[in-house]
């Protein structure tokens, strides 16, 4: 079936294809166009394979998938409770804590899971990415995940995509899900990583050369003899993180170590059946040969001399080879003292990171060193978990002062209980996960977050100095000696195979149609869903600015996760966490704007409160990338849901942009960056144009000033003809709703 379809695509396009093309052209919802699809252009259907949800925003998919009227879901699609889960003391101890304080979540989850055969994956089961690339991802599919971080599938050759859950429920509902055709980067990786290096430092050099926007709009896809060199998870490592550059999705090609991985994991027939088409897995031969003849961009890495890479802090893209971090650490001022060194989460939780991390702790031991840092490992799975317990690695770690906690997301979004005095200190720690916004992991804004391969972050941990170099640095042991840490060693796959007793997974019923779904009314996790109002038919005229976003503005600036996850299910609970991280311009400070009606200043959640009561909308103006980061729709119901009208911004990260189309909110653009300068504190605003709204056509902007003067500029939109009818409807799940 897909040789058929590729040799199809092939001829429509009319030359050899990257392993993307293959992929996409596969998976289309429709027939075969008569023309191929421009890339950066054309709006695509898919039909994905298959779904995934975590827990903090599976809550909102399932609302919304409760109100399409379906028995069961059109697609496979899984649940994985691992976000709400919070580490303090150890794994054990914060996964019964967990269990009961969330004990409402998780068993409307589990009983939506089995009313519509949704295989459910149970609180300490791990964390969606590693689960999935341990279960269901394989080469040449196609999946989407209401998490940003879906695109981990890509280490298996797998084209998956994270999106709001708008999209997720769609796909869910048994209908196409559209995506813009994505543009093409490739990275030629030659030669092979010695040392210290490992494939975190790829994706951390590669942040560093396209930054936090410079993958928006494009799949990444990676090859050449160094590609087939790594192993599939650290091949799910690169992917991962490139979220972190806004791509749509990373790949690599299939190869031996894809195949070594499936079967390692249980799933040697999906091997056999990938060796059979293994050239189909692959791009063509001419692609790899000329790459600059197929791809929008080509980047060249040498990983010969490739040195490890720390990133930071406060984004992901501040990228330093080791060599030089010293010097920064310095001339930047950074708190030298290293606090805490954390290790796993869905980026780097492989039998390979672990060996890696443990063989470093292992000549610590012996060495006479302890961690003077607080080190911190979370398994990214039950069968990590259980495996490396059994080869000794978790020891490994517990000797020199490790703290093993829950196979969950954790201090990696903010669920973390700190043992700290001052909540607001100045200080520095270092993980091996992908994001590290302001505030990202302890809810403090002077933590800098620096990210880095676990094997880099233990020798860190050990030394407790960020002014530390593993490679060329000595440390002084208990007995006073200097001592020096080798190069880390680590091992693929397990040699004595992968083990678990209870892997976590609960399968749904062959029928669930009599399962009842009880939402309290009181709840104050849980809220079913009002549908959102339709467009009025007219212009939008004189809303209020609630807010003037400046600088960086991600989702954790829209909606913060940390405390807030508790209200993922409950949209007006949550919506009080609206925009609290964002910068005002005007005054530069978080969560303190001006009321236009009482020209008082107070909170942005109460302030759009104010206006919505008072029958008013209102509009957020922001920067570049807005709404980068993480695929939470609230981050677009919030506004949605306190009346904001418009978000208008220098430009979009992708998902964010799209969760808002669905929402039935105005996501515009200035065509004119400079015009972002014009608005002012006091202006009341009106988008003109909305009675003839259509695909490519401008809209307008008047604001109207305090002091009586106007001024006005078009902006752009991104909306095809589908979208605008969302808007008109006031959501996609309203259209939806009508056509049933
Ligand atoms: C993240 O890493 O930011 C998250 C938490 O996994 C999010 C999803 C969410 O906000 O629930 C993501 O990356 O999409
Ligand atoms: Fe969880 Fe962190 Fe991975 Fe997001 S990036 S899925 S919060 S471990």
Same mark, same amino acid.
């Given at each position: 079936?897909?040789?058929?379809?590729?040799?199809?695509?092939?001829?429509?396009? *009319?030359?050899?294809?990257?392993?993307?093309?293959?992929?996409?052209?596969?998976?289309?919802?429709?027939?075969?166009?008569?023309?191929?699809?421009?890339?950066?252009?054309?709006?695509?259907?898919? @039909?994905?394979?298959? %779904?995934?949800?975590? !827990?903090?925003?599976?809550?909102?998919?399932?609302?919304?998938?409760?109100?399409?009227?379906?028995?069961?879901?059109? %697609?496979? &699609?899984?649940?994985?409770?691992?976000?709400?889960?919070?580490?303090?003391?150890?794994?054990?101890?914060?996964?019964?804590?967990?269990?009961?304080?969330?004990?409402?979540?998780?068993?409307?989850?589990?009983?939506?899971?089995?009313?519509?055969?949704?295989?459910?994956?149970?609180?300490?089961?791990?964390?969606?990415?590693?689960?999935?690339?341990?279960?269901?991802?394989?080469?040449?599919?196609?999946?989407?995940?209401?998490?940003?971080?879906?695109?981990?599938?890509?280490?298996?050759? =797998? #084209?998956? #995509?994270?999106?709001?859950?708008?999209?997720? =429920?769609?796909?869910?509902?048994?209908?196409?899900?559209?995506?813009?055709?994505?543009?093409?980067?490739?990275?030629?990786?030659?030669?092979?990583?010695? @040392?210290?290096?490992?494939?975190?430092?790829?994706?951390?050099?590669?942040?560093?050369?396209?930054?936090?926007?410079? @993958?928006?709009?494009?799949?990444?896809?990676?090859?050449? !003899?160094?590609?087939?060199?790594?192993?599939?998870? @650290?091949?799910?490592?690169?992917?991962?993180?490139?979220?972190?550059?806004?791509?749509?999705?990373?790949?690599?090609?299939?190869?031996?170590?894809?195949?070594?991985?499936?079967?390692?994991?249980?799933?040697?027939?999906?091997?056999?059946?990938?060796?059979?088409?293994?050239?189909?897995?692959?791009?063509?031969?001419?692609?790899?040969?000329?790459?600059?003849?197929?791809?929008?961009?080509?980047?060249?890495?040498?990983?010969?001399?490739?040195?490890?890479?720390?990133?930071?802090?406060?984004?992901?893209?501040?990228?330093?080879?080791?060599?030089?971090?010293?010097?920064?650490?310095?001339?930047?001022?950074?708190?030298?003292?290293?606090?805490?060194?954390?290790?796993?989460?869905?980026?780097?939780?492989?039998?390979?990171?672990?060996?890696?991390?443990?063989?470093?702790?292992?000549?610590?031991?012996?060495?006479?060193?302890?961690?003077?840092?607080?080190?911190?490992?979370?398994?990214?799975?039950?069968? #990590?978990?259980?495996?490396?317990?059994?080869?000794?690695?978790?020891?490994?770690?517990?000797?020199?002062?490790?703290?093993?906690?829950?196979?969950?997301?954790?201090?990696?979004?903010?669920?973390?209980?700190?043992?700290?005095?001052?909540?607001?200190?100045?200080?520095?720690?270092?993980?091996?996960?992908?994001? *590290?916004?302001?505030?990202?992991? !302890?809810?403090?804004?002077?933590?800098?977050?620096?990210?880095?391969?676990?094997?880099?972050?233990?020798?860190?941990?050990?030394?407790?100095?960020?002014?530390?170099?593993?490679?060329?640095?000595?440390?002084?042991?208990?007995?006073?000696?200097?001592?020096?840490?080798?190069?880390?060693?680590?091992?693929?796959?397990?040699?004595?195979?992968?083990?678990?007793?209870?892997?976590?997974?609960?399968?749904?019923?062959?029928?669930?149609?009599?399962?009842?779904?009880?939402?309290?009314?009181?709840?104050?996790?849980?809220?079913?869903?009002?549908?959102?109002?339709?467009?009025?038919?007219?212009?939008?005229?004189?809303?209020?600015?609630?807010?003037?976003?400046?600088?960086?503005?991600?989702?954790?600036?829209? &909606?913060?996760?940390?405390?807030?996850?508790?209200?993922?299910?409950?949209?007006?609970?949550?919506?009080?966490?609206?925009? #609290?991280?964002?910068?005002?311009?005007?005054?530069?400070?978080?969560?303190?704007?001006?009321?236009?009606?009482?020209?008082?200043?107070?909170?942005?959640?109460?302030?759009?409160?104010?206006?919505?009561?008072?029958?008013?909308?209102?509009?957020?103006?922001?920067?570049?990338?807005?709404?980068?980061?993480?695929?939470?729709?609230?981050?677009?119901?919030?506004?949605?849901?306190?009346?904001?009208?418009?978000?208008? %911004?220098?430009?979009?990260?992708?998902?964010?942009?799209?969760?808002?189309?669905?929402?039935?909110?105005?996501?515009?653009?200035?065509? !004119?960056?400079?015009?972002?300068?014009?608005?002012?504190?006091?202006?009341?605003?009106?988008? %003109?144009?909305?009675?003839?709204?259509?695909?490519?056509?401008?809209?307008?902007?008047?604001?109207?000033? &305090?002091?009586?003067?106007?001024?006005?500029?078009?902006?752009?939109?991104?909306?095809?003809?589908?979208?605008?009818?969302?808007?008109?409807?006031?959501?996609?799940? *309203?259209?939806?709703?009508? &056509?049933?």
């Amino acid at each position: 079936m897909l040789p058929s379809k590729i040799e199809k695509a092939r001829k429509l396009v *009319n030359r050899p294809l990257t392993l993307s093309e293959k992929i996409l052209y596969s998976h289309l919802w429709d027939e075969l166009p008569s023309k191929p699809f421009g890339r950066g252009e054309d709006y695509v259907n898919f @039909g994905p394979d298959r %779904v995934a949800m975590q !827990d903090a925003t599976a809550q909102m998919a399932l609302l919304q998938f409760m109100t399409a009227g379906r028995n069961r879901t059109a %697609v496979p &699609s899984t649940v994985h409770c691992d976000h709400l889960i919070q580490a303090s003391v150890g794994a054990s101890a914060d996964l019964g804590i967990a269990l009961s304080q969330n004990k409402e979540v998780y068993d409307f989850l589990e009983s939506v899971s089995a009313k519509y055969g949704i295989g459910f994956w149970k609180p300490g089961a791990g964390i969606i990415h590693q689960v999935i690339l341990e279960n269901y991802a394989f080469p040449g599919g196609m999946m989407i995940g209401t998490d940003s971080h879906t695109v981990n599938a890509g280490g298996l050759g =797998m #084209i998956a #995509i994270g999106v709001g859950g708008a999209d997720a =429920m769609d796909v869910m509902a048994g209908m196409a899900w559209e995506l813009k055709m994505p543009k093409l980067i490739g990275v030629k990786l030659t030669g092979k990583m010695n @040392g210290w290096t490992s494939a975190k430092d790829i994706i951390l050099k590669v942040a560093g050369i396209l930054t936090v926007k410079g @993958g928006t709009g494009c799949i990444v896809e990676y090859f050449g !003899d160094g590609a087939d060199s790594i192993s599939a998870t @650290g091949k799910g490592t690169i992917c991962n993180m490139g979220a972190e550059i806004g791509a749509t999705t990373s790949i690599f090609g299939y190869d031996a170590k894809m195949s070594d991985y499936l079967k390692a994991t249980g799933r040697e027939e999906i091997a056999t059946l990938a060796n059979g088409i293994w050239a189909d897995l692959r791009a063509d031969e001419d692609v790899y040969k000329s790459p600059s003849t197929y791809f929008d961009q080509v980047i060249e890495i040498d990983l010969n001399t490739l040195e490890p890479y720390v990133n930071g802090p406060f984004t992901p893209d501040a990228a330093y080879p080791i060599s030089e971090f010293v010097k920064v650490v310095k001339e930047k001022g950074y708190p030298q003292k290293l606090e805490v060194g954390l290790i796993g989460s869905c980026t780097n939780s492989s039998y390979e990171d672990l060996t890696r991390a443990a063989s470093i702790a292992r000549q610590a031991t012996a060495k006479n060193l302890t961690a003077k840092a607080e080190f911190v490992i979370t398994p990214g799975s039950e069968l #990590i978990r259980y495996t490396t317990e059994r080869d000794g690695l978790l020891g490994d770690f517990e000797k020199i002062g490790g703290v093993v906690m829950a196979n969950a997301c954790g201090p990696c979004i903010g669920q973390w209980k700190r043992h700290t005095d001052d909540p607001e200190k100045s200080n520095s720690i270092i993980t091996s996960f992908n994001r *590290n916004f302001a505030k990202r992991n !302890d809810g403090n804004p002077n933590t800098h977050s620096f990210v880095a391969s676990p094997e880099i972050v233990t020798a860190y941990a050990i030394s407790g100095d960020l002014c530390f170099n593993p490679l060329t640095d000595s440390l002084v042991n208990e007995a006073g000696e200097k001592v020096k840490l080798d190069e880390p060693k680590g091992i693929e796959l397990p040699v004595a195979g992968f083990d678990v007793k209870d892997a976590g997974y609960l399968a749904p019923p062959a029928d669930g149609s009599a399962i009842n779904i009880v939402v309290k009314p009181d709840s104050e996790r849980l809220q079913l869903l009002e549908p959102f109002g339709a467009w009025k038919g007219a212009d939008l005229l004189a809303l209020p600015l609630l807010i003037k976003a400046k600088g960086k503005c991600t989702t954790d600036h829209i &909606s913060m996760a940390g405390p807030w996850l508790r209200f993922r299910g409950h949209l007006d609970n949550i919506s009080n966490n609206m925009l #609290i991280g964002a910068l005002n311009f005007f005054n530069e400070k978080t969560n303190l704007i001006k009321n236009q009606l009482n020209g008082e200043y107070d909170t942005v959640p109460a302030t759009a409160r104010a206006y919505k009561a008072a029958g008013l909308g209102s509009i957020v103006v922001g920067d570049e990338n807005y709404g980068e980061g993480s695929s939470r729709e609230h981050a677009a119901m919030e506004p949605r849901h306190l009346g904001v009208r418009a978000i208008l %911004v220098k430009s979009f990260a992708r998902i964010h942009e799209t969760n808002l189309k669905k929402q039935g909110m105005l996501a515009l653009t200035f065509a !004119d960056k400079a015009d972002y300068e014009l608005i002012k504190e006091d202006d009341r605003i009106d988008i %003109v144009g909305l009675t003839s709204f259509a695909p490519g056509k401008l809209l307008t902007i008047v604001l109207h000033h &305090s002091d009586g003067t106007t001024e006005q500029f078009p902006v752009n939109h991104t909306y095809n003809q589908m979208q605008i009818d969302w808007f008109k409807a006031g959501g996609a799940l *309203n259209l939806l709703r009508m &056509s049933l």
